[in-house]
């Protein structure tokens, strides 16, 4: 098991297998020493995470949603290198996309649900620049939808 595996573990997150894309897209781009990874719904094994933020869930649950988008982020990261992880340098960027009402203003607590857990499982290779946008709506009726840029070795 890789040590990011190893520190997952001690979380009690096993990564999945990478999800299969929805659409007309590949799920990341490797260029160079940066991994560009298509957005990632809120989704685990036990289906979709949907929602409209401000209307029928709250950031807690919004955070919930985000950190599933961060575990799938990673079981892409995982594929484009190969099954290696480790590889990781670094995050370098989330783009967090919250399906929320007009007045929800609460974007940034909804996405440190997966901030937070890239820290907690990379420690300083996992803090990053960020963004937190509220959508009008997002593929499936999901609550959020996370994008990221990782640097590799």
Known sequence: MSTIETKLAELGVTLPDAPAPAANYVPYVVIGDMVHVSG???ANADGLIIGKLGQ???AE??????????????????????GDIDRLVRVVKL???????PEFTDQPKVINGASDFMV?????????????????????GVAVEIEAIFQIK
């Not at 988008?69 to 892409?76: P, S």
């Open 61 to 82: 649950a919004g955070a919930a949603a985000a950190q599933t988008c961060a575990v799938n982020l990673l079981a892409q990261l995982k594929a484009a290198c190969g």
């Open 40 to 42: 990632q719904i809120s």
């Open 56 to 58: 029928d869930t709250d």
């Open 95 to 101: 783009v967090g996309f919250v399906n929320s009402t």
């Open 120 to 140: 907690a499982a990379l420690g300083d290779a996992g803090r990053h620049a960020r963004s937190a946008v509220s959508a009008a709506s997002l593929p499936f």
